[in-house]
């Protein structure tokens, strides 16, 4: 059963437009949602958080944004650039717990 | 500090072998993840240590998979006997809390012919 779900396996931007990766949860014990970038033979990276009391998480270009009563996050990346082409996943946990449930990812690529 | 490291990097083993993937955590680290990475599934949680002691292995697919923390700067994930649908992308990770996010290896890709 997968808690954690991205249903669009790739996304393909132009550079200086907005990407937006979505993903949605079914365990509403999650209260702690992260975004990870992966680019080919390197490992996941971590990029921007964000805790349930919030809806709102920025950081330069990166927002995530969280809907909880959709169970609903997403990643905005705006503009978007060539390098941002990677894999990124969507990973949530809950606050009793140190494990954390990621997504399959989606695979971006931002072309000139 | 040269972050979690794995070895090997790459492994390809007949069926039916021995694999054994090890992974050193960040010093200072509590928290050890081994995770596989599959095209249908994405990353997928094996099992997780606090403290070398195992918490939760309930992501360890069968019987074949162990793992053990024998100290806090070592670990190991095995598979015996190793089948072709194992062949994946393992990674190791470790954290301080997850709050501050989890730092990973660079992967083991494995090939089982």
């Known amino acids: 059963d997968q808690q954690v779900k991205q249903n669009s396996p790739s996304l393909s931007v132009q550079e200086g437009r907005i990407s937006i990766l979505n993903c949605d949860y079914t365990?509403?014990?999650?209260?702690?949602f992260l975004w990870y970038k992966k680019y080919p033979a390197e490992g996941p990276t971590f990029l921007i958080s964000?805790?349930?009391?919030?809806d709102k998480n920025e950081d330069g270009r990166f927002t995530v944004f969280l809907n909880k009563s959709a169970k609903h996050l997403s990643l905005h990346i705006v503009p978007s650039q060539p390098g941002d082409s990677a894999v990124y996943f969507c990973?949530?946990?809950?606050?009793?717990?140190?494990?954390?449930?990621f997504g399959t990812g989606t695979r971006l690529q931002v072309f000139p | 500090d040269a972050g979690v490291i794995q070895s090997p990097r790459h492994e390809v083993t007949e069926m039916g072998q021995e694999v054994t993937l090890r992974c050193k955590p960040i010093s200072g680290h509590n928290s050890l993840f081994w995770y596989r990475q599959t095209m249908m599934r994405g990353l997928e949680l094996l099992i997780y240590f606090n403290n070398n002691v195992p918490i939760d292995d309930s992501g360890m697919p069968e019987d074949r998979f162990s793992a053990k923390m024998p100290n806090a700067s070592f670990s190991t994930l095995k598979i015996q006997p190793s089948e072709p649908r194992d062949s994946a992308v393992y990674f190791c990770?470790?954290?301080?809390?997850?709050?501050?996010?989890?730092?990973f290896g660079s992967g083991t890709r494995l090939t089982v012919v």
């Open positions: 990770a470790s954290s301080q809390k997850t709050a501050f996010g989890y730092t």
């Open positions: 365990n509403s014990m999650f209260d702690y």
């Open positions: 964000i805790s349930s009391i919030k």
């Open positions: 990973a949530a946990s809950s606050h009793n717990t140190d494990k954390l449930i």
